[in-house]
């Protein structure tokens, strides 16, 4: 309970940036009481706004953590529909456990439950916690990637590849869920999109520092990725490729293969070494960080695809260059639209 009232304030204020009001219903999902701690807090604060407030703790299964253990899109709610329901008459979800890319989040969301991810420990959230400008940079952000037609990035370890955009929306996450059917993650700071599915071609090559999650491991060597039509043809070099190759084929499942979403990193408050000493959560400093370019492999449920597969990497990328149509956004991991930029940084760049 200590901890709980630590964490009431800040807490508190992410609900207030949720616009949870009086009389709206609050539901908390906790597995194998796990963060109920966080629970705890957010059911005060919650009731401090005047909220309803409910909360369900589901009985641990083998599949418990799945963020950590790199198989997403399976979760135990799946077994308790009628749990479902009671969340689709809610206003405003905190997920505890990670719902991300299940059919079950997709579900509660189409009823427009605001669904609020939070998963990183208490040090990181207070770090990187949001701001009311950061929602303005990551829409506009969601905007660019709708208007463009084409997303290309590269670095100079040989990258080069090209997305062609059109088929998918874009999807902002700017840290907080203030919309109705909005799901964002206690922290974020980026918009992603996904090329068309037989539209993403080329090569990416990973340089020592780019980061693989879900493994929260720096690349050590350079991984080279060859792209057609939308899915990894091969994965070429040394001992990371072959993990990266080992994990994918563990899956058994041709959509392993997939290209999933792609975007570039805004928050200025994460760090592209959090993870040299804290590998609790699921990695958002890294996700997040900004002018990292997020390549991404795997399901696109999240942004309206058919692919469900549970094998998913993320992997935020340093020092590169992107391009949306014929206009450079991002040069060598600096980010060139001044609307893009922290009100700190954009007042000196004047």
Request: charged fraction near 25%; aromatic fraction near 8%; charge should be negative.
């Given at each position: 309970?200590?901890?709980?009232?630590?964490?009431?304030?800040?807490?508190?204020?992410?609900?207030?940036?949720?616009?949870?009001?009086?009389?709206?219903?609050?539901?908390?999902?906790?597995?194998?009481?796990?963060?109920?701690?966080?629970?705890?807090?957010?059911?005060?604060?919650?009731?401090?706004?005047?909220?309803?407030?409910?909360?369900?703790?589901?009985?641990?299964?083998?599949?418990?953590?799945?963020?950590?253990a790199g198989r997403v899109g399976q979760t135990g709610l799946g077994d308790h529909?009628?749990?479902?329901?009671?969340?689709?008459?809610?206003?405003?979800?905190?997920?505890?456990?990670?719902?991300?890319?299940?059919?079950?989040?997709?579900?509660?969301?189409?009823?427009?439950?605001?669904?609020?991810?939070?998963?990183?420990?208490?040090?990181?959230?207070?770090?990187?916690?949001?701001?009311?400008?950061?929602?303005?940079?990551?829409?506009?952000?969601?905007?660019?990637?709708?208007r463009a037609k084409t997303l290309r990035f590269t670095n100079d370890a040989g990258?080069?590849?090209?997305?062609?955009?059109?088929?998918?929306?874009?999807?902002?996450?700017?840290?907080?869920?203030?919309?109705?059917?909005?799901?964002?993650?206690?922290?974020?700071?980026?918009?992603?999109?996904?090329?068309?599915?037989?539209?993403?071609?080329?090569?990416?090559?990973?340089?020592?520092?780019?980061?693989?999650?879900?493994?929260?491991?720096?690349?050590?060597?350079?991984?080279?990725?060859?792209?057609?039509?939308?899915?990894?043809?091969?994965?070429?070099?040394?001992?990371?490729?072959?993990?990266?190759?080992?994990?994918?084929?563990?899956?058994?499942?041709?959509?392993?293969?997939?290209?999933?979403?792609?975007?570039?990193?805004?928050?200025?408050?994460?760090?592209?070494?959090?993870?040299?000493?804290?590998?609790?959560?699921?990695?958002?400093?890294?996700?997040?960080?900004?002018?990292?370019?997020?390549?991404?492999t795997g399901p696109n449920a999240e942004i309206g695809g058919t692919n469900d597969?549970?094998?998913?990497?993320?992997?935020?990328?340093?020092?590169?260059?992107?391009?949306?149509?014929?206009?450079?956004?991002?040069?060598?991991?600096?980010?060139?639209?001044?609307?893009?930029?922290?009100?700190?940084?954009?007042?000196?760049?004047?």
């Amino acid at each position: 309970m200590d901890t709980a009232m630590k964490l009431l304030p800040l807490f508190r204020r992410e609900l207030e940036l949720c616009r949870v009001h009086p009389n709206e219903t609050v539901g908390i999902l906790t597995q194998g009481l796990e963060r109920l701690e966080y629970a705890q807090a957010f059911s005060a604060a919650a009731v401090e706004l005047g909220a309803k407030v409910f909360h369900v703790d589901l009985p641990s299964y083998q599949g418990a953590g799945a963020e950590l253990a790199g198989r997403v899109g399976q979760t135990g709610l799946g077994d308790h529909p009628l749990v479902v329901e009671a969340f689709k008459q809610c206003d405003l979800l905190i997920d505890l456990v990670f719902l991300l890319f299940s059919k079950e989040q997709l579900a509660i969301q189409a009823a427009n439950t605001r669904i609020l991810l939070c998963v990183e420990p208490p040090e990181t959230l207070a770090r990187m916690f949001p701001k009311e400008s950061d929602k303005r940079r990551v829409m506009e952000q969601k905007q660019m990637l709708e208007r463009a037609k084409t997303l290309r990035f590269t670095n100079d370890a040989g990258t080069d590849v090209t997305y062609e955009l059109g088929q998918y929306p874009a999807v902002a996450e700017y840290g907080f869920a203030d919309d109705p059917g909005h799901w964002d993650h206690f922290t974020s700071g980026f918009a992603f999109t996904g090329g068309n599915d037989d539209g993403v071609n080329g090569v990416v090559v990973l340089q020592p520092g780019d980061i693989v999650f879900p493994f929260k491991r720096y690349v050590q060597e350079p991984v080279r990725f060859t792209i057609h039509k939308g899915r990894v043809e091969s994965i070429e070099g040394g001992l990371d490729a072959t993990i990266i190759s080992q994990y994918m084929k563990s899956f058994d499942d041709p959509n392993a293969y997939g290209i999933s979403h792609i975007g570039f990193g805004l928050n200025e408050r994460a760090r592209w070494d959090a993870l040299v000493t804290e590998t609790r959560g699921i990695g958002m400093d890294g996700r997040a960080f900004f002018g990292n370019v997020l390549f991404s492999t795997g399901p696109n449920a999240e942004i309206g695809g058919t692919n469900d597969t549970a094998c998913h990497l993320d992997i935020p990328m340093c020092n590169c260059s992107l391009w949306l149509d014929d206009v450079l956004v991002v040069k060598r991991g600096e980010i060139l639209v001044p609307s893009l930029l922290p009100n700190e940084l954009a007042r000196s760049a004047k």
